[in-house]
């Protein structure tokens, strides 16, 4: 009996798509179909290929194949999240470490040498990138973005749609709230309020996000 990969369909073809292609290549899924609000503006994807988004097509198949929201910006993969009528497929690149003790929300992607530990919870739409490492008990919300080599320690909470920045290292038993940009390279010592972006050792607030409009 043949064994059909399994179908998964992306929204959005930009960079943050080649990555997740590149993924799905490694556990046997096929994406058959690949969405973009800008179907004309695309560097990653053969011309002609990429179908409209909703925003563009009032027609836009919203049942099918699960999704995948391919987008790196965490505001615009949360109010896609919300628009899209369809069901969302988790990935796991294949060398990445995920506990069997984690709970991985619906919608997440993690990256090629990520480490996700025990009793950690990763909400939906989620990107855990590249070497990220999130270790026991942390609760990361939705839609939020740990990037390549951040290293969140024990006990560590990140707010929804928060983006922890390449290299940030959060020290144990943190709550960064919701909204948040935490710089690259940034230390995080102590919580972090709702919309702050904080960069440097130790992290200090620069400036405060606009709330997230629903
Ligand atoms: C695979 C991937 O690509 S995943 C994506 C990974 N991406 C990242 O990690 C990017 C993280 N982004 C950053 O660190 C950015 O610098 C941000 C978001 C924190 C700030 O960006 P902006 O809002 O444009 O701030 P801006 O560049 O104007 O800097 C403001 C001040 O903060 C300082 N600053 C900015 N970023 C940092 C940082 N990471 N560490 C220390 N200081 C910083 C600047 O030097 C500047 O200081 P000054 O006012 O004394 O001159």
Request: charged letters at 20%; proline letters at 5%.
């Amino acid at each position: 009996m043949d064994v059909q990969n399994k179908r998964i369909r992306l929204y959005g073809a930009g960079g943050h798509s080649q990555v997740i292609k590149d993924v799905a290549d490694n556990i046997g899924y096929d994406i058959v179909e690949v969405f973009d609000d800008h179907p004309f503006n695309t560097n990653y994807w053969e011309s002609g290929t990429i179908r409209p988004g909703l925003m563009i097509n009032p027609d836009f198949p919203h049942e099918g194949d699960a999704f995948i929201i391919a987008i790196g910006d965490n505001r615009t993969r949360a109010l896609l999240a919300q628009k899209l009528k369809s069901r969302f497929e988790t990935i796991v690149h294949p060398s990445a470490i995920v506990s069997k003790e984690a709970i991985i929300g619906t919608g997440t992607v993690i990256y090629a040498g990520a480490v996700i530990q025990p009793n950690t919870r990763i909400g939906e739409h989620v990107i855990i990138n590249t070497s990220a490492s999130v270790d026991h008990d942390n609760v990361i919300g939705n839609f939020a973005h740990i990037s390549p080599k951040a290293a969140l320690t024990g006990h560590v909470e990140v707010g929804e749609g928060s983006f922890v920045g390449a290299g940030a290292v959060i020290i144990p038993k943190i709550k960064i709230g919701k909204w948040c940009i935490i710089g690259a390279g940034t230390v995080i010592i102590k919580d972090v309020p709702d919309y702050a972006v904080v960069v440097g050792n130790p992290g200090k607030i620069i400036k405060y996000q606009k709330p997230f409009q629903k």
